[in-house]
């Protein structure tokens, strides 16, 4: 049953984004907040169908912990579920910081482009901390929150990669609190794989942490402290033996 859920779903995805992706393209000269409301009903429809199709559902901690300001997400990062769920449920605009590349992806990327988030340019080094930076900033300033994910690539559950420090540097570029966010998505939707699984996934929500007058070091150190501790206790089947993968460099 499982196998057939998850084509189900792959197929409900297909259909959906081409026509979404058309229409992100009509509602181009639209103001960019009617852009963004109009463009994220896709990730809703998105996780609708997970919960629906696939009986992916959500157990949620620590919501009031989300200020009503600026702030900076870190996330843990296991699988597309969490990039789906972010746009869709957070009571603020989000903005993500990718690759300036997906934005030639057919449908899918038009309608990421349209959103004016982050994208860098990953072949240019030290300049694309700059430029996380700089956007980023300004995207603070347009009451959207920036979200990255430390750890730059998925990974699977149980692992823990470097933690890279883009997200840190934008936190003591800008002073903003930072809100670390644990999450097991993983377990039943895993990286790069067709088979998802029944079941529920859950998403925590830290305390913010005070980035003013400490450095980035110190911010990337307490984020994955509270992060990986959450973990533990979320998914200690998992994490109970603190096993570590070492990510590529940044």
């Not at 009986?55 to 912990?65: A, D, P, S, Y």
């Not at 994910?149 to 990974?155: A, D, L, N, S, V």
């Not at 692992?159 to 840190?168: E, L, V």
């Amino acid at each position: 049953m499982a196998h057939i859920r998850s084509a189900i779903y792959m197929a409900f995805l297909v259909i959906t984004v081409i026509p979404y992706a058309i229409c992100c393209l009509l509602w181009a000269p639209f103001p960019q907040p009617v852009r963004y409301r109009l463009t994220v009903g896709w990730p809703k429809l998105a996780l609708w169908g997970s919960r629906v199709i696939l009986g992916i559902r959500w157990k949620v901690l620590g919501e009031e912990n989300l200020p009503d300001g600026p702030v900076i997400l870190l996330s843990k990062h296991q699988s597309a579920l969490e990039t789906l769920y972010f746009p869709a449920r957070m009571p603020r605009q989000v903005c993500f910081v990718y690759k300036k590349e997906l934005h030639r992806v057919p449908f899918f990327g038009w309608g990421l482009a349209s959103l004016r988030m982050i994208p860098i340019d990953r072949a240019k080094g030290r300049e694309s901390f700059e430029q996380v930076e700089r956007i980023g900033a300004q995207r603070l300033q347009e009451g959207r929150w920036p979200i990255l994910f430390p750890e730059g690539t998925r990974m699977a559950p149980g692992k823990t990669g470097r933690y890279r420090m883009g997200g840190a540097r934008l936190a003591a570029y800008t002073g903003a609190p930072v809100i670390p966010i644990a999450h097991n998505a993983g377990t039943l939707w895993p990286r790069n794989a067709f088979l998802k699984k029944p079941g529920t996934v859950t998403i925590s929500f830290g305390p913010p942490i005070d980035t003013k007058g400490l450095d980035a070091e110190t911010i990337n150190q307490r984020v994955q402290d509270w992060i990986e501790g959450e973990m533990r206790r979320i998914a200690p089947e998992q994490y109970g033996h603190g096993e570590k993968e070492k990510g590529p460099a940044a």
